[in-house]
């Protein structure tokens, strides 16, 4: 079955670093990858959409890529800001349908 | 939009006793789904409604958990009875395919944070 593999430990970096954080799976190569944010007691927030036939993806600050050979999508933040901190998620199509699967998140936490 | 509504945030119950999640989606949004989040299975799958009709509930725990949506504005997650192991938060999501042709973009709700003693 598809796995999901995000950074378990916290992610700790200054303020206007770029933080880059790693999400890797298993198997078959889904047809998009998904990074959503997640603050403590709410639930996880979109933030951007990568397809299988995409190296990189831009928005704002955001920046994600999509390696299909190394089966892994790095997320970064430029110039990151301490309102960045939270947690990042990664969410991956079981079999191009409906069914996203999460990895576990990883926590980023920017100080001043 | 309001984006998707959950109620109670929080409950507290004691095992077995029966608990029910509400939801309410964005309207225009033709998919719900249930998700269960703990510290050590993360974000987990539950059931999948399209146009109010459940097409995948096999992530639901067991017989306890079961899940309606009697119209396109509301659905909800009964755990009948309950026991500590099920203490939790739930979100409920909702999706349109317009959103991102192709792929599956979601709106969460808040979450309902679940106690079970």
């Known amino acids: 079955s598809q796995k999901i593999e995000q950074n378990s430990e916290a992610l700790n970096i200054q303020e206007g670093k770029t933080a880059t954080l790693t999400c890797n799976y298993t198997n078959y190569s889904p047809a998009y990858l998904q990074w959503y944010r997640q603050d403590p007691g709410r639930g996880p927030v979109f933030l951007l959409l990568i397809r299988e036939n995409e190296k990189e993806k831009r928005k704002e600050r955001l920046k994600v890529t999509f390696d299909t050979t190394l089966k892994q999508s790095l997320f970064h933040i430029t110039a990151s800001q301490p309102a960045d901190s939270a947690t990042y998620l990664c969410?991956?199509?079981?079999?191009?349908?409906?069914?996203?699967?999460f990895g576990s998140g990883t926590r980023l936490l920017v100080r001043p | 939009d309001a984006g998707v509504i959950q109620s109670p945030r929080h409950e507290v119950t004691e095992m077995g006793q029966e608990v029910t999640l509400r939801c309410k989606p964005i309207?225009?949004?033709?998919?719900l789904f249930w998700y269960r989040q703990t510290m050590m299975r993360g974000l987990e799958l539950l059931i999948y409604?399209?146009?109010?009709?459940?097409?995948?509930d096999s992530g639901m725990p067991e017989d306890r958990f079961s899940a309606k949506m009697p119209n396109a504005s509301f659905s909800t997650l009964k755990i009948q009875p309950s026991e500590p192991r099920d203490s939790a938060v739930y979100f409920c999501?909702?999706?349109?395919?317009?959103?991102?042709?192709?792929?599956?973009?979601?709106?969460f709700g808040a979450g309902s944070r679940l106690t079970v003693l």
């Open positions: 969410a991956l199509d079981m079999d191009s349908s409906y069914k996203l699967i």
């Open positions: 409604f399209n146009n109010n009709v459940p097409i995948d």
């Open positions: 999501a909702s999706s349109h395919p317009g959103l991102a042709p192709g792929a599956n973009v979601l709106t």
């Open positions: 309207s225009g949004h033709n998919s």
